[in-house]
């Protein structure tokens, strides 16, 4: 014999989330998501989503001594895309602002793009990435975290600083390259374009001007950062 039951209604905790309701993350779950992106930009293989920019014409065979040259100065590009993703990663995290959120991330998209072309080339040169690169990242985490804490104008204006840096950093390096190195000279140019862009985006979302203090600080730390990657 078959027994019927009146149905019972669904408590609210039983009932499955709205599609439409924003999934609430707890403070352990971003972090273990920070700790995920950072393990990936540090240690995992990146692909890019657009094609790596390529020289208009083929290029001769590069010296060896021009290989090294090229490397060193692509091991800092690279450094400086992993601190891009570290910066990108906690200025994210710390706005409440949906729109800014999303542009930041899109940025870090883009600068994903860097990642993955600065590894290709490295490759290609017979280099490898810096050995201080869990450093870099860290370090560059906690500054993010700082300009995210001091309020969206002020973390903007970090954006607009770190880029322009960035993009003045990398017109040096398209006249200290290897004149035969059109390959790495067309990857560091698409890279600058870029940069210069993220830098005018969030110029225009509101960012606020850096004092002069910090903005030199700002250069100190790059140049250390810079002369070490170099090396290491």
Known sequence: MNASFPAQPLSSSA?????????????????LMAL????RTVWGDHAAARPCPQPAHEQPPLSEADKRA???LMRVNHVGEVCAQALYASQAWGTRDPALKAQLE??????????????QRLRELGGRTSLLNPLWYAGAFGLGLLAGRAGDA???????????????HLDSHLVRLPSDDQA?????????????AHADAAQAAGGRPLPAP??????????VMTL???RI
């Open 106 to 119: 899109e940025a870090a998209r883009e600068e994903t793009d860097h990642l993955a072309w600065t590894e």
């Open 70 to 72: 090229s490397a060193a």
């Open 184 to 196: 790495s000279r067309a990857i560091v140019l698409q890279m600058r374009n870029d940069e210069a």
């Open 15 to 31: 009932l499955p989330p709205s599609p439409a309701s924003p999934i609430q993350l707890s403070s352990v779950d971003r972090c």
């Open 154 to 168: 002020v973390s903007l204006g970090f954006v607009v600083e770190t880029e322009r840096q960035v993009s003045e």
């Open 214 to 223: 910090v903005r030199g600080l700002m250069r100190l730390a790059a140049r």
């Open 36 to 39: 995920d992106e950072a393990l």
């Open 228 to 230: 070490t990657a170099h």
